[in-house]
């Protein structure tokens, strides 16, 4: 059909079929990364501190600060939080994450974190800290939606596993964030919620499909909120709002109690900075039992992440694409310069790779998460077409145009990618990218923040540097690197070999220490 061949066109899926067949592997047996750099090893010392607590950005240590001081209790913050949850609801266009808290189960668990703290007790680095969960994954007493207004649930019985854990550090689970309809966006609009705009500007997008969790954290809502990325879903909403946040290497986090599964679809952390990232993993990370992309995946030790990241990244190795980036807004890579030239000042050296067929991730990864996602929509009850958002019906629609002979010949380039992309760590420690190739698009009218927007080329610049890591399934990050004159954020995007965030944390720590990377105060911050 007509739309599905512009489609093809525009996403860069058309030249996949001109690629030679020797670029081709094998069908992969497994999807599971294997860490090629056996050069680094983990670095071990006293951990990573964080800055000192300031009024902004609002970190782990900030919130804890105040609990030490008894300057406020946790039930003071979270009474604050609902209040200014209530304010930005009230916001035309609506300003508010979430989609649905439990306030009442968040004031008894902030009253016992309250008695902890007065009996200096705390359970964890997380105790009586808020935090936010995007609603795909299970929250005890929420119904998980995806996005949609359509599926007929109940209130989850249990957490998922990663919610679990946090409960166990004491962190106050304020309720479910909004995210595009069954994350098929990464623009940040969805017709079946009520979405925030971009924190910085509020006539451009926020990105997602993780959403709500990036501007709950950029509006200083929670330090630190959980994410899902199956094609950049982290790190692009945390681009565009100007905050920090990573896809770990699949497998890391179980996805147990995740209502999506496929062989991209991550979940990590989105936060104020690198710290919270890292205290994330660490609290979430490891077998649970169940999740078998997890199975055998060891928990980290207390502070083992923070340890590496003390170190710095004297001796890095930072690999850089140019004709890659060349693909970016030139503000983009002038910004991204300037961070890969602080990370030189703190001992990296930038060396010249080239990865061509990395050209064409982009186009490998619609052919693999439409339809894994499309296979998934399967197993729900059917709907009428018309009752899905436009994108979605746009998806549904190119979807039912690829035949099983794509799909495979798609994982066959994913296999060949794999290969080169782990090769590429036995030269270099990471690979930078611009974390998007343009900045938050604008939105044209009001009726597109109501209704939806069409528009496969905003998609495919937003999504062109995040479908590397998860075809690898690798770890990548994103961190802020400034603003342009509108407000808009830069992001750099830094890539590690399998199992190696402790790279990638170190050296967003390091963009943070050179003043580079910092997560901007928005106009309407809590």
């Given amino acids: 059909m007509a739309l599905a061949f512009a489609m093809r066109q525009q996403l860069g899926i058309a ?11 094998a069908l992969p047996v497994t ?61 035309i266009p609506s300003a508010n994450p979430f989609l649905s808290v439990d306030e009442a189960g968040v004031l008894a668990e902030a009253k016992a974190s309250t008695e902890r703290w007065r009996n ?10 808020p935090i ?95 994410g899902a990325d199956g094609g950049g879903s982290i790190r692009i909403p945390a681009a565009l709002n100007g905050v920090f946040g990573i896809k770990p290497t699949f497998g890391r986090i179980p996805r147990t109690g995740d209502r999506f599964d496929g062989s991209m679809n991550h979940l990590g952390p989105i936060g104020v900075s690198s710290y919270e990232l890292a ?87 619609y052919l693999t998460l439409a339809p894994e996602a499309y296979a998934s929509f399967r197993r729900l009850k059917t709907k009428a077409n018309e009752e899905y958002g436009p ?30 992309t782990s090769e590429l760590f036995d030269q270099v420690d990471l690979i930078a990218l611009p974390s998007t190739a343009c900045l938050a698009p604008r939105f044209s009218n009001i009726e597109e923040m109501v209704e939806g927007v069409l528009d496969p080329e905003s998609l495919d610049a937003l999504c062109r540097y995040a479908f590397l890591a998860n075809i690898t399934g690798l770890p990548a990050g994103t961190a802020p690197i400034g603003r342009n004159a509108d407000g808009l954020p830069f992001a750099l995007q830094l890539m590690a070999d399998a199992w190696d965030e402790g790279a990638v944390l170190s050296a967003m720590a390091a963009l943070e220490r050179t003043g580079i990377s910092r997560s901007e105060k928005p106009a309407r911050c809590f």
């Fill in 279 to 365: 205290l994330f993993l660490e609290a979430v990370a490891g077998d649970d039992g169940i999740d078998p992309a997890s199975r055998g995946i060891a928990a980290y030790s207390a502070n083992e992440l923070l340890a590496d990241m003390a170190q710095g990244i004297k001796g890095f190795r930072i690999g850089v694409d140019e004709t890659l980036w060349a693909l970016a807004d030139p503000a983009i890579v002038s910004a991204a310069n300037l961070a890969l030239q602080a990370l030189e000042d703190e001992g990296a050296e930038i060396v010249s790779i080239s990865l061509p067929l990395a050209h064409h991730a982009s186009a490998i990864g």
């Fill in 15 to 25: 030249e996949l079929d001109k690629l030679p067949m020797e670029s081709r592997e």
């Fill in 31 to 91: 999807v599971l990364p294997k860490a090629r750099n056996k050069a680094r090893a983990l670095r071990k010392g006293e951990p990573f501190a964080p800055s000192s607590p300031s009024e902004w950005p609002r970190t782990q240590a900030f919130v804890h600060d105040l609990y030490t001081k008894h300057a406020r209790s946790p039930e003071q913050v979270a009474k604050a939080l609902f209040e200014e949850i209530d304010a930005l609801d009230g916001e």
């Fill in 391 to 420: 994108d979605v019906r746009l998806m549904r629609a190119f979807v039912s145009e690829i035949g099983p002979d794509e799909y495979l010949a798609a994982q066959q380039l994913r296999a060949t990618l794999r290969k080169q």
């Fill in 120 to 129: 200096n007790q705390p359970l964890g680095p997380f105790d009586g800290v």
């Fill in 132 to 226: 936010a969960i995007k609603e795909q994954s299970d929250v005890s007493s929420l119904r998980t939606r995806l996005g949609t207004n359509w599926i007929e649930t109940t209130p989850a019985t249990e957490d998922a596993t990663v919610v679990k854990r946090l409960r166990a550090q004491g962190a106050l689970i304020v309720g479910h964030t909004v995210m595009t309809e069954f994350g098929m966006s990464p623009l940040g609009v969805n017709p079946q919620r009520r979405m925030p705009s971009n924190v910085h500007h509020s006539k451009h997008m926020a990105g997602g499909s993780s959403t709500g969790s990036a501007t709950a954290v950029a509006l200083g809502l929670c330090p630190v909120a959980l």
